[in-house]
């Protein structure tokens, strides 16, 4: 192993014993649920593998550090410490919430990724949408048109009981466009999660990442979070 790599094992080991010494919860880089390579063509195995232990890891690494600068800040009263750090907490807790939800939003098409969805979000996009194919292409076309980094979503919104499609610009989760939104399918357009396969290209990327659409995920979601289910 490299002394880099010990050297980093060792800080991010430092950082979690701190703040679990002080009873502060500690984020960890969750597992991906199918191998690096299982979701070809549509993305590369490079791209995953870059994607979730480079770009993912360093999101949960610095939200920890950020945690515990700003754990001191308060235990210390400095206001201005504590508001300068709610861009990090806000980007890199945004980062380690959006791609947790990212890598479960997708599967190798022999584990049903591409699926369309069925039963209750099946109709709810036909209601909402007019079908999954107009859905599919508002989303690509949001997608495109997104200046910069950032993320495009389907969501339920749990107060107006209905579906939305929305955009967040750098790693902000869905959640900052409304305290009711609750994310079914978020996509990445960053171009860290399509340059190395489909360079500058972003609307082949958004075309392609629907043959690997974890529509079973979306659907339970959904299924557990919708209140217009509850009152049927
Ligand atoms: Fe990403």
Not at 7 to 32: M, W, Y
Not at 199 to 217: A, E, F, G, Q, T
Request: neutral net charge; aromatic residues 10%.
């Amino acid at each position: 192993m490299a002394l880099r790599t010990l050297v980093t094992i060792k800080a991010r080991s430092i950082i979690g014993f701190r703040q679990q010494l002080r009873g502060l919860q500690t984020f960890t880089l969750p597992d991906l649920p199918y191998d690096y390579g299982a979701l070809e063509p549509a993305i590369s195995g490079d791209i995953m593998q870059l994607h979730h232990q480079k770009h993912h890891q360093t999101y949960v690494t610095n939200y920890n550090k950020a945690l515990e600068q700003l754990d001191d800040a308060i235990n210390k009263g400095d206001a201005s410490a504590v508001v300068k750090l709610q861009s990090a907490v806000k980007f890199n807790g945004g980062g380690h919430i959006n791609h947790s939800i990212f890598w479960k939003n997708l599967a190798p098409v022999h584990e049903g990724g591409g699926e369309p969805p069925k039963g209750s979000l099946g109709w709810a996009i036909d209601t909402n949408f007019g079908s999954l194919e107009a859905l599919i292409q508002k989303m690509n076309a949001e997608g495109a048109a997104l200046q910069g980094s950032g993320w495009v979503w389907l969501g339920l919104d749990k107060e107006l009981k209905h579906l939305v499609i929305e955009t967040t610009a750098n790693q902000d989760p869905l959640v900052t466009k409304g305290p009711s939104l609750v994310p079914l399918l978020g996509i990445d357009v960053w171009e860290h999660a399509y340059y190395l396969q489909y360079k500058n290209v972003r609307p082949d990327y958004l075309k392609n990442i629907w043959k690997v659409m974890n529509w079973k995920y979306a659907s339970e979601v959904y299924q557990k979070e919708c209140p217009c289910l509850e009152a049927r």
